[in-house]
C-alpha cells in the first residue's frame, strides 16, 4: 500500500533555520517513489523537525508553556480573558479539547518519525558518509522527545510505531518510556561522536540524546518508583550507572560546555539592546546567541515568520509565540527593552524572596538576571491595571520580547532586526526555545552520582562557593539556574515535591487590576485534590480523540465537570 507524505519541503532544517525558510512549497508525496534520494531523506527528516515549529503557535498547550505554568516559579497572570494561563496554573479545564493542537503536533510528528524509520532504506546511494545512520538516528531522537512529551502531559496514551492507521487504546508508562529509552538507545548508537559544532547546528545530535536519555531516567525513575529504566522488545534495562556513564561521555566528548556567564544566553544581553539596557551596561553583557555552545537542543524559529493564513496554517510557529505570552501587556517606552505580550506567568515573589534570603545564595547575579524587579528596573512602567490580574510586580526574563535602538536613537521592536529579523513584536520574535542544556547536564550528573562537582561547577559560573553535596542542595540549584526553562513542574513531580506550589504561592502578595490581594486556590477545590486526582498531574486528554476511538481511548482520571474552569477566586475582580 502506498503511504502519502505531506512534507514542507526546506533545506536546510525549518527547526535550526533563522534565514532560509519556504513555507510555499508543499509537496505531497508517497513512499512509493520517496525516499530515493539523500536530499529526499534530508528533506523527509526536515518535516519531523518542522512539527515542533508548528506546536508552539499554540502556546497554551504546549508542554514547555504549560508547565511553566503549572510549577512554582510563576503564577497564571494574565487578564481576566487569559483563562488558558490561569487553568494551567490550577491544574484545570479550560474547554472541549484543550490540548488538541499539542495532541495532533505529536502525533504528526510521530507520523513523520515512523516513515522515515521506515524507509530510509529505500535510499540505495548516499554521496555523504555516515548520512543514513545519522538521519536515522535524529528520527529516533525526535520520536523519543514527542512520546516523552505526551507521557509526561498526558501519562498513558497510544504508542504508535508504524505508519499504517489503527485505533489504539492507551499503552501503559512502561510500555511507553521502554519505547522512549529504546529510540533514545537507537539514537545515540546511529548518531556520529561528531563534536559541537560541527554536528550540525538545529540537529539533534548523540550528546542530545544522552543528556535525555538521562532527563527520562530521572523522572521516570522517580515519578513511578522505579530503579531503572525499561528497554522495549525484551528483559533488558537501563541502570543509573549507565546512564552516568553515557552522560559523562556527553560532559567529556561533546565540546558542549558552559558559557562564562549565564546571562549571555538570554537575548536582553545582545549588543543593540545592551547600548541602551542600564542593566547590560552595569553588567558588561554579551549576548552569545541562539545556537552558542552551552546549548545541545533547541527549536529555532524564522526571520521570514508571517501570520497564519488559509494558505500557510502554520507559518505563525515559525516566530516564538511563547516569548509573547511571557511578555508585559500595554508596553510603552518606560518598560524598555521590554516589548508586549500578554503578562502570563509572572515570576513568583516567594522566589524572589527566598533567593536573596538564602545564605548560599548571596550576590548570586543570576536572581536578577532572570528576574525583573519592575519597581527598579522599570519605574515608570505602569502596566495594565484595568486588565492585569495576580501581578506580582515581577517579569521572567529569560523569555520575553526584547526590543533595541540603533545608533541614531531609533527604536526597534525586536532585536532580531539587527540579525536579519523582522522588525515587529510578534513575528520579530526568533529567540529559540531552549529544550536542553549543558548546564542542565552538570546538575543531571551530580544528582545522580550524589556528588557535588557538576553542582560546584554551575555554582561558581554563578560566582558562588563550592559546597557539599545534599539532594536540598541540588533541589534548590536546580531551582535557581534552570527556573523559567520549563523544567519546574516535572523536577517537582519526579521528587514528590508539589505540595511546594501550594505552599509558595498561597499568600502571596498580588496585584488584581490595580487593587492589592493575595494568591488563593479555590478553597472548595483544592490544588492538591485535584492533582492527586488527575493520578499526578496528568492532563485531560483531547475530547475529540476520546469520540474519534469509539471507546478505544478512555479519558484520563479525575477530569469531571468540577474540574472545568468557572473564574478566578477572587472578590476584587
Not at 192 to 213: F, I, Q, R, V
Not at 261 to 287: C, F, M, S, V
Not at 432 to 438: D, E, T, W, Y
Request: net charge negative; with cysteine.
Amino acid at each position: 500500500m502506498k503511504k502519502y507524505i505531506f512534507i514542507i519541503a526546506c533545506l536546510p532544517l525549518l527547526f535550526s533555520c533563522n534565514d532560509f525558510l519556504d513555507t510555499e512549497n508543499l509537496t505531497k508525496k508517497d513512499t512509493s517513489s520517496f525516499p530515493s534520494t539523500e536530499a529526499d531523506a534530508e528533506e523527509m527528516v526536515t518535516g519531523i523537525y518542522s512539527v515542533m515549529n508548528n506546536a508552539v503557535q499554540n502556546p497554551d498547550s504546549y508542554p514547555f508553556y504549560v508547565f511553566e505554568m503549572a510549577g512554582d516559579d510563576r503564577l497564571g497572570g494574565g487578564s481576566t480573558s487569559n483563562v488558558n494561563a490561569q487553568c494551567a496554573d490550577r491544574i484545570m479545564n479550560v474547554k472541549i479539547s484543550f490540548f488538541e493542537p499539542f495532541w495532533k503536533a505529536a502525533y504528526a510528528g510521530i507520523f513523520r518519525a515512523n516513515t522515515a524509520i521506515e524507509t530510509l532504506d529505500n535510499v540505495k546511494t548516499w554521496n555523504t558518509n555516515g548520512m543514513h545512520e545519522k538521519l536515522l538516528g535524529e528520527s529516533y531522537f525526535l520520536r523519543a522527545y514527542y512520546y516523552y512529551d505526551l507521557a509526561t502531559v498526558f501519562g498513558e496514551v497510544p504508542l504508535t510505531l508504524k505508519t499504517e492507521a489503527e485505533n489504539l487504546p492507551k499503552a501503559s508508562a512502561d510500555e511507553i518510556f521502554a519505547q522512549i529509552t529504546s529510540d533514545l538507545l537507537n539514537a545515540i548508537k546511529n548518531l556520529p561522536a561528531t563534536k559541537y559544532p560541527d554536528y550540525g547546528l538545529g540537529h539533534a545530535s548523540k550528546w542530545a540524546a544522552e543528556a535525555m536519555l538521562a532527563r527520562v531516567f530521572l523522572f521516570y525513575t522517580g515519578f513511578y518508583n522505579k530503579a531503572s529504566l525499561p528497554v522495549a522488545g525484551g528483559s533488558e534495562t537501563v541502570s543509573k550507572q549507565q546512564v552516568i556513564t553515557y552522560l559523562e561521555d556527553c560532559i567529556n566528548n561533546s565540546g558542549h560546555a558552559l558559557l562564562s556567564d549565564q546571562r549571555n544566553l538570554w537575548p536582553y544581553a545582545n549588543e543593540y539592546t545592551g547600548k541602551t539596557y542600564k542593566y547590560d551596561i552595569a553588567n558588561g553583557l554579551h549576548w552569545e546567541g541562539d545556537n552558542n555552545k552551552e546549548v545541545l537542543f533547541a527549536i529555532n524559529f524564522s526571520n521570514t515568520a508571517e501570520f497564519a493564513s488559509s494558505t500557510n496554517p502554520y507559518s505563525a510557529g515559525y516566530a516564538n509565540r511563547i516569548v509573547e505570552y511571557f511578555s508585559p501587556r500595554k508596553t510603552s517606552a518606560t518598560s524598555y527593552p521590554f516589548t508586549q505580550g500578554y503578562s502570563n506567568g509572572p515570576a513568583s515573589l516567594e522566589l524572589w524572596q527566598s533567593w536573596a534570603s538564602d545564605p548560599n545564595y548571596t550576590g548570586d547575579y543570576r536572581r536578577a538576571g532572570s528576574i525583573c524587579d519592575k519597581a527598579a528596573e522599570t519605574p515608570k512602567y505602569t502596566g495594565d491595571k484595568s486588565k492585569e490580574v495576580e501581578n506580582t510586580g515581577l517579569l521572567a526574563k529569560k523569555y520575553v520580547g526584547i526590543a533595541a535602538y540603533d545608533d541614531a536613537g531609533t527604536y526597534y521592536q525586536s532585536y532580531a532586526y539587527f540579525y536579519g529579523g523582522q522588525n515587529d513584536k510578534q513575528l520579530g520574535l526568533t529567540q529559540s526555545l531552549v529544550l536542553i542544556r549543558f548546564a542542565d547536564v552538570l546538575l543531571m550528573h551530580s544528582e545522580l552520582t550524589g556528588t557535588a562537582d557538576g553542582m560546584n561547577k554551575v555554582r561558581a559560573r554563578a560566582g558562588l562557593p563550592a559546597i557539599a553535596y545534599s539532594l536540598d542542595a541540588l533541589k534548590k540549584e536546580r531551582r535557581y539556574e534552570l527556573c523559567f526553562e520549563g523544567l519546574r513542574w516535572n523536577d517537582l513531580r519526579r521528587w514528590g515535591d508539589v505540595q511546594q506550589i501550594v505552599d509558595h504561592q498561597s499568600g502571596q502578595s498580588i496585584i488584581n487590576r490595580g487593587k492589592s490581594d493575595k494568591y488563593t486556590f479555590d478553597s472548595s477545590d483544592p490544588f492538591m485534590d485535584r492533582y492527586k486526582a488527575t493520578g499526578g498531574g496528568f492532563w485531560k486528554i483531547p475530547d475529540s480523540q476520546v469520540t474519534l476511538s469509539n471507546g478505544v481511548l478512555l479519558q484520563n482520571a479525575g477530569w469531571e465537570d468540577k474540574y472545568d474552569w468557572v473564574k478566578l477566586p477572587y472578590s476584587t475582580i
